[in-house]
């Protein structure tokens, strides 16, 4: 199997080119990120070029976290803002090569609805035809009241968007502590998955503890044929380095 560090939380506290540096240097085979925003988009792309490693995917901002948004897409009064930050990533990801975008829903918060999201994913899908759309839904402990918290409300929204470049982003964290029921749903789901990331739960460390089995997990997503690099997406004690030697084990 390959991986692909997640940079949002791995080596997060070194500037993105430095920790996509430290990807490269301990063995992964791609890097992604949260927020890339702060660094040039050229400045990205070099450190790319230097590492060989390709960036598999980025987030449109979140929009005013301080006030409390997690996204923007599904919110009903925020379209221009949203429709920004879909062109922002847009723009960051076609000069750094990367493949796909994680196109942030936002709170429900009686604001959120169904046909803005859909309205603001199709646009997204027609301006980037050749990158991957992604949403994913997350978990209720981590991003409360967050719009999209099932795989069956993202399975409608795809169905409905009905465009070959939107997929669902499945964060085996995420949909344990959801719905649980990992590997039928991966099994399920895998012709609308565009992106898979692991992390033990519940904590969200090292994928190598918990209540979900990585071995078996990793196994069956290979069984199943899916030969792109994991997200590892999780959060490291402060200072530990990736154990690559759990990695190297599932390679
Ligand atoms: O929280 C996650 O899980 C993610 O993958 C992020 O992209 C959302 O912030
Ligand atoms: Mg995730």
């Known amino acids: 199997m390959k991986f692909s560090a997640n940079l949002g939380f791995l080596w997060a506290d070194r500037p993105l080119p430095d920790a996509i540096r430290a990807a490269k240097a301990v063995g992964f085979d791609a890097v992604e990120c949260h927020w890339p925003y702060d ?53 960051y990801a076609r000069v750094t090569g990367s493949s796909a975008v994680h196109v942030m829903a936002g709170k429900s918060r009686g604001t959120a609805s169904k046909s803005t999201f859909v309205d603001n994913l199709a646009y997204a899908c027609e301006q980037a035809k050749e990158i991957t759309i992604l949403i994913e839904p997350l978990n209720p402990h981590n991003a409360p009241d967050y719009y999209l918290n099932s795989t069956g409300l993202a399975a409608e929204i795809i169905a409905e968007v009905n465009a070959p470049n939107l997929k669902m982003m499945f964060d085996c964290y995420h949909v344990q502590i959801i719905e649980g029921d990992v590997t039928r749903r991966l099994e399920t789901l895998l012709p609308i998955i565009g992106h898979i990331q692991i992390a033990s739960v519940p904590d969200r460390g090292v994928p190598d503890h918990g209540e979900l089995d990585y071995s078996y997990v990793l196994k069956r997503i290979h069984e199943l044929g899916w030969d792109r690099p994991i997200g590892v997406e999780y959060l490291p004690d402060e200072g530990e380095q990736p154990d690559m030697l759990w990695i190297a084990r599932h390679r």
């Open 39 to 91: 660094v040039p988009a050229e400045e990205t792309r070099s450190v790319l070029d230097e590492t060989g490693l390709a960036m598999l995917g980025l987030n449109t901002r979140r929009g005013d976290v301080e006030a409390g948004d997690n996204g923007l897409s599904a919110l009903c009064h925020r379209r221009e803002e949203a429709r920004a930050a879909i062109d922002e990533a847009l723009a």
